[in-house]
């Protein structure tokens, strides 16, 4: 009977095991799908109307359902908070721009969450100190804007620098605002838009 229990507890926490890697895995193509598909909306917003989404001056009223345009400087401004919820300005209304001209299939239904991940909330946004961080600005001085990703776990964000840039997430174009510690969620992990 010992040995029946013995077995079927290994078993059990192989299961487990490769039932976390199925989810990490299944996190990070999500992630990986996002960044690529917001990269490729944007670029086709771009050359499109001539300017990012969010930033267009003449939005209002030329792509359905938008109301607002943007200043047109080329850069995505707006500060996002420290949880990813609700963002101001031309970064709230990116999402609406790349719904409206139908270069994104679905939108979320609160401000604060209009771009998300199976994980969280996901933004795109200029590369300012309070979006990214010093580090990010001083390794990427080129890049001028950015898609956040908030609360990704450790595991997730490791794979998906692997796939982006170089598998070092305190390093590189990808990377987190805070070097990941195993177990835990990054706060806020920074890709190039």
């Given amino acids: 009977m010992a040995i029946v229990v013995v077995l079927g507890g290994i078993l059990l926490a192989a299961g487990l095991v490769a039932g976390r890697g199925l989810i990490s895995r299944s996190q990070t193509q999500d992630v990986l799908q996002i960044v690529g598909d917001l990269q490729a909306a944007s670029n086709s917003f771009k050359q499109r109307y001539g300017c990012l989404p969010g930033d267009w001056v003449f939005a209002a009223n030329q792509i359905p359902g938008v109301t607002v345009g943007g200043n047109g400087d080329g850069l995505i401004?707006?500060?996002?908070?420290?949880?990813?919820?609700?963002?101001?300005?031309?970064?709230?209304?990116?999402?609406?721009?790349?719904?409206?001209?139908?270069?994104?299939?679905?939108?979320?239904?609160?401000?604060?969450?209009?771009?998300?991940?199976?994980?969280?909330?996901?933004?795109?946004?200029?590369?300012?100190?309070?979006?990214?961080?010093?580090?990010?600005?001083?390794?990427?001085?080129?890049?001028?804007?950015?898609?956040?990703?908030f609360n990704l776990p450790c595991e997730v964000v490791l794979e998906v620098d692997r796939a982006l840039d170089d598998a070092n997430d305190s390093t590189g174009k990808a990377m987190s605002n805070v070097p990941c510690v195993a177990g835990n969620s990054a706060a806020r992990y920074i890709a190039p838009l």
């Fill in 77 to 149: 401004t707006g500060i996002v908070p420290a949880s990813g919820l609700a963002p101001a300005g031309e970064v709230r209304d990116a999402p609406i721009q790349l719904y409206g001209a139908g270069l994104i299939g679905k939108m979320g239904n609160t401000v604060s969450m209009r771009l998300q991940s199976s994980i969280g909330a996901v933004h795109i946004a200029a590369a300012t100190a309070a979006n990214t961080s010093a580090a990010y600005l001083t390794a990427n001085p080129g890049v001028r804007n950015v898609i956040l990703l």
